[in-house]
């Protein structure tokens, strides 16, 4: 199971793109005219500029995209499922430290990009905030998970590294947004839609603490020279690698089936249609199985029969009859035909792998 298939619900709620982000990204991905963006969550920042097609191992998450979002193909980072250089640029924004496997999906974003791989990180040899004095398992856990700016040119060649300073009122809610709102913290829906307090068993004293020095106003004490800040750089980065006409370190392509990013756009609109009748026909053949159990039976009407009368009594019986085999075969029917969506889906949709992008 995908990590936000777990910890995704409600993210919509507390998570949006922040502009000035949104503006770094579209900067970063230059000229190109077709993105993949991996690991894409609800799809936030994707440009709309051009075209895009997304992936992401979470049903929750792929449920929660808009609209008019980009098609979107269930996957993860290791196995891209496309065609070498199919797209002018990979993006993966904060999602590389929930991959399993960072060099196969490092390798994977440069596969299938033809000009550039523009990924959003955190820094972890970066200090962060004042939160890592409340909360030191916070900031531990996460130099844990993201992987060293070293790393990522180890594996990609030579990198750009872009600073990426954090609004004071950042609507995108990952943990650094909330630097100059130390409230929020409090509220258990923003740290819902926090990938690393789900991976921090205990932080009901720290968190203590910190709504006792709110209240007091020693964190105002402390820290209240932050609130002077329009923004603030806390260790998020853009890492923009520029790829070679010619890359002769790209991995032999992943055993998995291959689409056009046309293709996708076709592929996600069809997935959408048969998930709209399968919800459907499921929805017939429990209305029809209810009919069928509420036809009347003839043992139920026996006692009635000096009052109905023979007569009576025999066209109840033929009528409960009648409507229980009636319900009951367009129940099996409206069976079968979800049988056969259901197939016809898992025929569409592309095989997930074990990563864990949100």
Known sequence: MALYDTIGRGHERVRSADPLIAAQILEALGVSSSVVNVGAGTGAYEPRDRGVVAVEPSAVMIRQRPAAAAPVVRGCATGLPFADGAFDAALAVLTIHHWPDLEGGLAELRRVARERVVILTWDPSAHGFWLNDYLPEILEADRAMSPPLDALQDHMGPVSV????????????????????????????????????????????????????????????????????STLDVGYRLVVATMPEQDGNRRPAPKVPRVTAAEAVVVDSEIRELEGRLASKRK????????????????????????????????????GVLVTATEAWRAVRARAEATKLEMALKRLRLPRGPSEEG
């Open 284 to 319: 017939a053949s429990r209305r029809h199985t209810v009919w069928a159990l509420l036809g009347v039976s003839p043992g139920a009407l026996l006692p009635f029969g000096a009052l109905l009368g023979e007569s009576a009594l025999g066209a109840a019986v033929i009528l």
């Open 162 to 229: 872009i600073d990426v300073p954090i609004r004071h009122d950042c609507p995108d809610g990952f943990i650094g947004a909330y630097w100059q709102r130390p409230e929020a913290f409090l509220r258990p829906e923003v740290r819902a839609a926090i990938s690393t307090f789900s991976k921090v068993p205990n932080v009901d004293q720290g968190l203590a603490r910190l709504e006792q020095d709110l209240a007091s106003g020693e964190w105002h004490s402390r820290y209240g020279d932050v609130l002077a800040h």
